[in-house]
């Protein structure tokens, strides 16, 4: 991957092209350690991280930064440094986002990358080799699902509609007898590209997904058609300060409209 110039502007393709890439070699290398016990140890006494994280952050950061050195890093394995507030570009990463649903030896986990400018994405993503699925985005590109292009769903009678009960139980009539509850995703990102690829409707976002949880989905969920918004009605912003959000809701039109209306009950 070829270095770039500190000062020349990169175009969104070419980023895309760069973060495609790199994320394909990312899954490739988790994929050795799926199925096969790797080894385990527990972040803050209560959320696991494995060596195949570790070894595609460490893979991710080496070759990314090669290709970009001027570009600030944000990974959710790798100690933050303030020195990335200071540059133009940022990489902001999860090596594998849904690291317990990876050890379970579920299919739902992905390699998130995304380049932010401003707070904004301006390319994304998600790398999921388990399920056989890549979805990418650049901002004002589109969005796609291995090639194809992909669009939030038109809403039915009835709404497939994730994230916590007690969120969904805030909601009135009559959304909630519209309302089919799915399975739990260990991977935020991953539950964000099927809202994006109009796989379910909507989901509500408990407190405190991290900008690497949600930078690469978030873009590719816009570009599709969709929001993911706070209790203000705003979209989020990316590799600043505070890195941390409040609860959100991710879907389109009426439905997430009535989402955000409820996530300051």
């Given at each position: 991957m070829p270095e770039v110039d500190a000062g020349a502007p990169v175009a969104d393709a070419e980023e895309l092209s760069l973060?495609?890439?790199?994320?394909?070699?990312?899954?490739?290398?988790a994929m050795r350690y799926f199925g096969k016990e790797p080894q385990v140890w527990m972040k803050a006494g209560t959320s696991p991280v494995s060596e195949a994280d570790y070894a595609a952050d460490t893979y991710l950061r080496e070759t990314l930064l090669a290709a970009r050195?001027?570009?600030?890093?944000?990974?959710?394995?790798t100690a933050d440094?303030?020195?990335?507030?200071?540059?133009?570009?940022t990489f902001?990463?999860?090596?594998?986002?849904?690291?317990?649903?990876?050890?379970?030896?579920s299919d739902a986990w992905c390699v998130s990358v995304a380049i932010v400018e401003d707070g904004r994405s301006v390319a994304g993503v998600l790398?999921?080799?388990?399920?056989?699925?890549?979805?990418?985005?650049?901002a004002g590109g589109g969005a796609f699902r291995n090639d194809?292009?992909?669009?939030?769903?038109?809403?039915?009678?009835?709404?497939?509609?994730?994230?916590?009960?007690?969120?969904?139980d805030r909601m009135p009539e009559p959304w909630q007898?519209?309302?089919r509850r799915v399975a739990y995703s260990p991977s935020l990102a991953v539950?964000?590209?099927?809202?994006?690829?109009?796989?379910?409707?909507?989901?509500?976002?408990?407190?405190?997904?991290?900008?690497?949880?949600?930078?690469?989905?978030?873009?590719?969920?816009?570009?599709?058609?969709?929001?993911?918004?706070?209790?203000f009605g705003r979209i989020p912003a990316f590799a600043g300060e505070d890195i941390r959000h409040g609860a959100l809701a991710a879907g389109s039109g009426e439905l997430l409209d009535a989402m955000v209306a409820r996530l300051d009950a």
């Open positions: 973060l495609r890439e790199a994320g394909r070699a990312a899954g490739a290398i050195p001027a570009y600030g890093w944000l990974s959710e394995e440094h303030p020195a990335r507030l200071s540059a133009r570009r902001v990463v999860d090596p594998i986002d849904g690291t317990r649903g990876f050890l379970a030896g790398e999921c080799p388990a399920r056989g699925e890549t979805y990418w985005a650049t194809e292009p992909i669009r939030v769903r038109a809403p039915g009678e009835i709404l497939d509609v994730a994230g916590p009960k007690p969120m969904f007898s519209r309302f539950r964000l590209a099927l809202i994006a690829g109009g796989e379910l409707d909507a989901s509500f976002v408990k407190p405190n997904a991290h900008d690497w949880d949600i930078a690469a989905a978030e873009l590719i969920l816009i570009e599709a058609g969709g929001r993911l918004l706070d209790r």
